[in-house]
């Protein structure tokens, strides 16, 4: 079998596959969940189309409760994992978009739309790679499971309700990341720091995380003062509005974003005598250990090492809260520091400045050695089919290669490439899709076919 044809030959068919994935709505909607549908009635719709193509291509499949589902070759308590998702982050107020995010655009070798990239494409390049094992009648000597989860964009409920029933596979990868191999996933800790509030003083930012912030919106009561860097200045009766816009980036390279709440601080900073003490206290703490700084030197959440890279630190919001002001921090660190660490430097910046600090998000870090079994069949893989060597990297991003204990984050990004994913205009080469298929196949017969 000419593998690269047979792919060929499946283009129209997977490619149709995924136009009807992503014309469905798969965005975390609690309104909508009930029984089977813990994220909600999109989520539910994907899972149940997944479910049809699996089962057309000849796949056993398992559906666990909605949080999850699987989709089987072979037979077998051991077996060889590929780990996807089918939810997807929302579209909506995001400018930019040229088409609509749910109905797939193909553009000659680009398709355009919300999942196309992240991640119902790779996943369904896997799947269909899986597939062409099974059309060979290859001899296994693990099953292979395609793993598919609802909640990977917001709170990967679906893979701890999978693995409190299900054993860990003897090796995974999740086709949710970039090629050539992701062996290290930095830990994720974000933190939120709640100063009291400030009489007459609202401040609003993106309520959301995982971003640059690139909005931001402040009134100061009784100020008349000049603020040099503000988009928007608007002298009221009671005091100043001002705007300030910036550039949005995902948080784990803020050094791609122009932070607009570091605007503000500069032109505060400037103004300190006009500002109230307590607010003037949030700007200190910002501009002496967050200002102009991705990579935590000024805050000592700096740390670098020979495998992995350094540390990034993002200011992702500031804003005025029941409780009073937050200032919410995205913190991607390596190896050679540890979460503790981060968060007695975190606590001791809070009460410097007397703030309250509690963490809202985290996740544990992922390394797999260079040398391993794993890697070592994933590198053969990618150079029998790419022709070059198999360079192992680390990224700032979240697979769910995080939850296997063995298992890297692999493609179906090629180097060079701008997908954009989260972002307006996601978009997907096809002749990349289809060469990530030919990648995953290799690596299957790698992992799991017997020689």
């Not at 999850?68 to 089918?86: K, M, S």
């Not at 109905?103 to 494409?121: A, T």
Request: proline share 3%; hydrophobic share 35%; with cysteine.
């Amino acid at each position: 079998m000419n593998i690269q044809q047979e792919i060929s030959s499946k283009k129209e068919e997977l490619l149709a596959d995924l136009s009807a994935l992503v014309s469905i709505r798969s965005v975390l909607d609690e309104t909508s969940k009930g029984e089977n549908a813990p994220f909600g009635k999109g989520v539910r719709e994907a899972f149940d189309s997944f479910i049809q193509i699996a089962r057309r291509l000849g796949f056993h499949v398992r559906d666990l409760d909605g949080y999850a589902l699987d989709a089987q070759i072979g037979t077998g308590d051991e077996y060889i994992g590929v780990l996807g998702h089918l939810d997807v982050v929302e579209a909506k107020g995001q400018e930019g978009w040229e088409s609509d995010p749910f109905v797939m655009r193909r553009d000659g070798d680009l398709l355009y739309g919300r999942g196309v990239n992240d991640d119902k494409g790779p996943l369904l390049a896997a799947l269909y790679a899986a597939s062409l094992i099974k059309e060979q009648g290859l001899e296994l000597k693990y099953p292979i499971r395609i793993i598919a989860g609802g909640a990977e964009e917001t709170t990967w409920e679906c893979m701890e309700h999978y693995f409190r029933r299900c054993k860990q596979p003897v090796f995974g990868f999740s086709p949710d990341g970039n090629f050539p191999i992701v062996n290290g996933e930095k830990g994720i800790l974000q933190v939120r720091f709640l100063f009291p509030a400030v009489e007459g003083v609202t401040i609003q930012s993106s309520p959301r995380t995982n971003y640059v912030c690139d909005d931001l919106q402040v009134f100061l009561p009784s100020c008349s003062a000049a603020f040099a860097r503000a988009d928007q200045q608007e002298q009221k009766e009671t005091g100043i509005f001002l705007r300030y816009k910036g550039k949005t980036a995902l948080s784990r390279n803020p050094q791609r974003g122009d932070n607009a709440i570091f605007h503000f601080v500069k032109d505060a900073a400037e103004n300190g005598k006009q500002l109230p003490k307590e607010l003037f206290l949030i700007v200190e703490m910002i501009q002496k250990h967050f200002l102009d700084d991705h990579n935590g030197e000024k805050s000592q959440l700096a740390s670098k090492d020979a495998a992995m890279g350094e540390n990034s630190v993002c200011l992702m919001s500031m804003n005025s809260c029941e409780e009073g002001i937050e200032v919410c921090i995205d913190i991607r660190y390596v190896k050679s520091t540890t979460k503790q660490q981060l968060w007695e430097c975190v606590s001791s910046l809070a009460d410097r400045y007397q703030a309250k600090a509690e963490i809202i998000r985290e996740k544990r870090l992922l390394y797999v050695d260079e040398d391993s079994p794993l890697i070592l069949a994933l590198k053969t893989a990618y150079q029998k089919v790419m022709h070059e060597k198999a360079e192992v990297f680390t990224k700032g991003g979240a697979s769910y290669a995080r939850v296997l204990d063995q298992g890297v984050a692999f493609g179906a990004t090629f180097d060079g490439e701008d997908t954009h994913p989260h972002m307006a205009n996601e978009c997907q080469k096809i002749s990349s899709l289809l060469k990530a298929c030919e990648i995953y196949y290799e690596s299957l017969v790698e992992l799991a076919v017997k020689k």
